[in-house]
């Protein structure tokens, strides 16, 4: 299949419903390379996903596997940054704050803004978001 089909594929998938989607190179039978399109989705959208990819791709079936999922709860927080507010998404587990991880598009936008680099508007606000970690030091838990 034509790689440049990929991403207009993936569009549509999650278009449809996908939960996710990846895609991974393999070797099939007779030592030939190819590339695998993974697609998770609760199972009443499968028909739907199976029928965009028999008639988006150059395959001629879908296998479909259950699986299951294991759900930490998440929230959003925001933080007040030097260069304007940014959101953190809490991971919950177990009823307490686990993780935080800022929001990439939050912190793209700040850096662009201020003209500073990524990683370091990134790690402010990925200390800032770490007070609402049990446990963390500085500010303390307030989520």
Not at 14 to 38: Q, Y
Not at 44 to 54: F, G, N
Not at 93 to 101: E, F, I, K, P, Y
Request: with cysteine.
């Amino acid at each position: 299949m034509n790689p440049q089909f990929y991403a207009p594929l993936l569009d549509r998938i999650f278009a449809a419903g996908a939960l996710d989607a990846f895609l991974t190179p393999i070797v099939m039978k007779k030592g030939r390379p190819a590339t695998k399109v993974s697609v998770l989705a609760a199972p009443a959208d499968a028909p739907a996903l199976a029928a965009i990819l028999i008639e988006g791709t150059t395959t001629l079936g879908v296998r479909a596997t259950p699986v299951w999922r294991t759900k930490a709860g998440r929230s959003l927080e925001t933080v007040e940054t030097p260069w304007g507010s940014a959101r953190v998404k809490l991971k919950r587990w177990r009823g307490r704050v686990v993780a935080a991880m800022p929001e990439y598009d939050d912190c793209a936008a700040l850096a662009t803004a201020a003209g500073l680099p990524l990683a370091e508007v990134y790690a402010t606000i990925a200390r800032l978001g770490a007070t609402f970690i049990e446990g963390a030091e500085g500010e303390g838990h307030r989520a």
